[in-house]
């Protein structure tokens, strides 16, 4: 039997209709109990995710650890320098096994000592001889697909999902230039907000929002007047920035002659669906990967890092340090703006409105989602 879920039922007729007589999406699509279980089977089970940048994995047996629609996950650096991803779960009696970030040599279970090999085969198994079931050569931790795809650890729990490189082939055409694998990461945190994921999403995707909710940091830059958002594409959609000199570490290098014109000044931000957001200058990036904990909670991954150019300044410390500050400082007014928002998503006299024009990314985002949910088979 097929059954559909009445907040996708809501989507989709939202989604019907063309983009300049577009509403918001209804408020059962960030809200609704069932429609974030059917994200996680739909979305997260089958899509690309973003565990962060590859070179937070230097050297054999760096790892981190993640969990992806319910699968607990480790991702590592083996001993012949490859990408892996596997199960973080002991294949004994289940208990999981590494935690957090970290360097290993090989993985221990912490509940009964059976090991694995980098590259997740079982290296031994105290007190097993007298089983004669046990054979060490047969287990083994599940292999899940790990890319790395322009300097991004990108992992799936999908055998048959296409590769990044295949689906993401338009961001290589906009922001080739820039060589994204060449930047180097400098700091990652993790944090959690009380809101829907779809929402801190959508709050990446316009700027719309900037002159209020940024009015005490970044806001003040921006006109509305200026502002285009052209049409995105199947994967991903984006805007771009042309920026003045305020902010140094956000042009190309002095050092750099390789770079022309607009290109030294643009600031591109990539929203790489479903949950990887990404703001790109010829000078540093920042990004979030967002992982939804229910309805209400989203696990939020912030990290970001230099050009090469940059990082070889003498004062690229001092730089970094004020773009961070600033960073943090947005990421307050956009954590009370995307919470605010949540609590109204809530609210019994609250109703989706209208999108301006430069709310174009949000509405394609929403036929995204409805183009992944589809029918579902119970």
């Known amino acids: 039997m097929t059954r559909h879920d009445p907040a996708l039922l809501a989507l989709q007729a939202s989604v019907a209709g063309p983009f300049e007589q577009s509403f918001a999406m209804p408020k059962a699509v960030y809200t609704s109990e069932s429609f974030a279980r059917l994200e996680q089977q739909q979305i997260f089970a089958r899509g690309w995710h973003c565990a962060g940048r590859s070179d937070a994995l230097p050297t054999p047996g760096d790892y981190l650890t993640l969990q992806l629609a319910g699968e607990p996950l480790i991702i590592l650096r083996d001993q012949t ?158 805007h771009y920035i042309i920026k003045n000199d305020s902010v140094p570490l956000s042009l190309a290098h002095p050092s750099n002659t390789r770079l022309q014109g607009d290109q030294r000044r643009t600031t591109w931000l990539l929203s790489i669906y479903p949950a990887l957001l990404i703001t790109l200058t010829p000078g540093y990036f920042w990004y979030l990967s ?41 990421n307050l007014e956009d954590k009370a703006c995307v919470e605010r928002v949540y609590r109204g998503l809530q609210a019994g006299l609250s109703a989706p409105g209208p999108l301006s024009h430069l709310e174009r990314p949000n509405f394609e985002f929403a036929q995204w989602i409805a183009s992944q949910m589809g029918p579902v088979t119970t």
Request: aromatic share 8%; charged share 20%; net charge negative.
């Open 290 to 330: 967002l992982t939804a904990e229910g309805p209400g909670q989203v696990n939020v991954l912030f990290g970001g890092g230099m050009h090469p150019d940059w990082c070889a300044d003498p004062a690229a410390e001092q730089h970094l340090a004020g773009v961070k500050a600033l960073l943090d400082a947005v």
């Open 81 to 238: 320098g490859a990408l892996r991803g596997m199960s973080n779960v002991c294949r004994h009696r289940m208990s999981t096994l590494l935690e957090g970030r970290g360097n290993v040599r090989r993985i221990v279970c912490p509940y009964h000592a059976w090991t694995y090999n980098l590259d997740g085969s079982l290296r031994g198994a105290p007190a097993m001889t007298l089983n004669s079931s046990f054979c060490k050569d047969q287990i083994a931790l599940p292999a899940v697909r790990v890319v790395d795809w322009l300097g991004w650890i990108m992992v799936t729990l999908n055998p048959d999902a296409p590769a990044p490189q295949q689906q993401l082939q338009a961001v290589e055409g906009l922001v080739g230039y820039l060589d994204m694998a060449s930047y180097r990461e400098t700091f990652r945190e993790s944090f959690r907000w009380e809101t829907n994921w779809k929402v801190l999403a959508e709050n990446f995707m316009e700027s719309y929002h900037l002159p209020v909710c940024h009015a005490g940091t970044i806001g003040g830059s921006v006109d509305l007047e200026k502002m285009t958002c052209p049409p995105g594409e199947a994967a991903f959609n984006h």
